[in-house]
């Protein structure tokens, strides 16, 4: 049954006015208050429910209510969604009333399947629709005899949370035909620089082409070559994705993988210091570090930029996982040489297909950038250095634009859900969970747990058949991958990483999910483990 309504205007008027029918009207408006249900509204029907309401609260005077502030309370809680021009269009069809078929043209677009409410029979002609007492007896019904679905991520959650933002900055990119390098980028570019507390932020077309281009100006500026040689080794992971060690392949450098940490997702520095002490690894041959900010959590910054500097190593933070991270009090993104981020759509700062950003406080670094993402040259007609078409659009950047505004607040959604799983899971033997860490404000991209034992998959089937989506982030680690085979060097047994790739399964971290679903989640995992 869909979870998505149309409301008519006699129902809101029915729970704000509480008149006979409010019973059931209250119902539904319990299950948009919960955020069990989505509710929407088409704006042209405001006018019409602004001056009923205020015409009837005149008629009761034992109505102590102010309308007009009521009735911003709950449209609050309502996606309220504009008509467009081509929806007047579609309604104007022969027969049947003119204001009926707009309101279901414009709401198709939100949903094919989308539920009218209302005590309107003219509907049933239309779309689906039913009486809110119908669709209460159906809805609870459903709840009975239906195993809630939890998705790992719900992106038309969020959409049609910003809907009305994101709409309009999409139709004023598309008025002023400034696709490409447009204000919107710029814009975007000022604000990015703005919140990550660095000089010089480069919108490009994904977060991977955000390492090549950082790694192809690091060896141009430091080597006064095009690419780096294979001799130059640059540290990373090999736990992460496969971008990450791919990068660096292609900017001509061989990746160094060095083992996790052996309680958590990232680098573990404190054995890269035995490696460099004990002479497995000599740091003379290698150029950079590339720590991951794996999951949205930090990786400790301190004792990075410390052999960093002690060896003259330049620090390329990958903070695709983790934009709006914290260590200490520096945003990630604004602590390396240079840093890059993904705005996959699937990332805590997510657009609507690819785009990447690159940071840094080094003026050469971001010219040289900004070049290479232009073909390799200030004037397109005559390049200097081997480049690339890697820019990002300008309707990417207006999107991310009004999604840049919501992050901070979903990000502190994740951490509160995230601290939710750790206390309801805390004390159980075979469930490891991520921890909060006093130096970091993590963002959790992901809240991954660890399970020992052979367990991980078949917790993961039992999940999936009781509705709750998982996913294992990630499988294989990088330097068992063909890809890295005679490309890469390691210098001992990567045993954290590869335990990790046999234990980790991520659950659902959408910021948007309600008490419900996440009760569901966690009651699920546990019930789990108790038969």
């Not at 939890?150 to 994101?166: A, C, F, N, T």
């Not at 990332?347 to 690819?354: E, I, P, R, S």
């Amino acid at each position: 049954m869909n979870r998505r309504v149309l409301l008519d205007v006699d129902v809101i008027l029915d729970f704000i006015l509480k008149r006979k029918r409010f019973v059931y009207a209250e119902e539904v408006f319990r299950l948009i208050f919960d955020r069990q249900i989505d509710a929407f509204l088409p704006s042209t029907i405001l006018p019409i429910l602004s001056q009923l309401l205020e015409h009837k609260t005149r008629k009761r005077s034992n109505l102590k209510i102010d309308s007009r502030s009521t009735l911003k309370t709950v449209l609050s809680y309502i996606h309220v969604f504009t008509v467009t021009g081509q929806d007047v269009i579609s309604a104007l069809v022969e027969g049947g009333n003119f204001e009926d078929h707009l309101m279901i043209e414009s709401a198709m677009r939100i949903d094919s399947d989308i539920i009218v409410l209302t005590y309107d029979d003219q509907y049933s002609k239309l779309t689906q629709s039913m009486t809110p007492k119908k669709f209460i007896k159906k809805f609870s019904g459903q709840i009975a005899t239906t195993p809630l679905s939890v998705p790992l991520l719900d992106l038309s959650r969020e959409y049609h949370l910003m809907m009305e933002e994101i709409d309009d900055a999409l139709l004023s990119v598309v008025a002023s035909s400034q696709f490409i390098m447009g204000p919107k980028v710029t814009e975007f570019e000022d604000e990015c620089a703005k919140y990550i507390d660095s000089k010089y932020a480069i919108g490009v077309s994904s977060g991977t082409e955000a390492l090549v281009l950082a790694l192809r100006s690091l060896a141009i500026q430091r080597k006064g070559t095009e690419f780096f040689d294979a001799t130059d080794l640059v540290i990373t992971t090999p736990f992460t994705f496969t971008a990450t060690g791919d990068s660096i392949l292609r900017s001509g450098a061989t990746p160094l993988f060095v083992d996790t940490e052996p309680d958590g997702f990232n680098l573990n520095i404190q054995n890269l210091h035995r490696l460099i002490d004990s002479r497995k690894i000599d740091p003379t041959q290698v150029v950079g570090i590339l720590p991951v900010h794996l999951f949205g959590h930090a990786c400790p910054a301190d004792d990075i930029l410390n052999l960093a500097d002690k060896y003259n190593w330049f620090v390329l933070e990958d903070v695709a996982q983790a934009f709006g991270a914290k260590w200490r009090e520096k945003r990630l993104g604004s602590i390396g040489t240079i840093s890059s981020f993904s705005f996959f759509p699937t990332k805590n700062l997510g657009g609507f297909g690819d785009g990447g950003l690159i940071t840094t406080d080094d003026g050469e670094l971001n010219q040289l950038c900004r070049m290479l993402l232009r073909h390799g040259g200030r004037d397109k007609y005559n390049v200097d250095h081997i480049g690339y078409n890697a820019r990002l659009d300008s309707l990417q950047a207006a999107i991310l634009l009004v999604r840049l505004k919501y992050l901070d607040q979903f990000n502190e959604k994740r951490r509160k859900i995230a601290r939710v799983y750790n206390q309801k899971f805390s004390g159980h033997s075979m469930i490891q969970t991520p921890t909060f860490s006093d130096e970091s404000y993590d963002v959790f991209h992901q809240y991954t747990i660890r399970l020992a034992g052979g367990l991980r998959n078949t917790v993961r089937e039992e999940l999936e058949r009781s509705g709750v989506s998982s996913a294992i982030y990630y499988p294989i680690p990088l330097h068992k991958m063909k890809v890295f085979q005679g490309k890469s060097h390691t210098v001992e047994a990567l045993l954290n990483a590869q335990r990790l790739c046999e234990e980790v399964l991520s659950l659902p971290i959408e910021p948007l999910m309600n008490e419900i679903e996440l009760q569901h989640v966690t009651s699920t995992v546990l019930q789990i483990f108790q038969n």
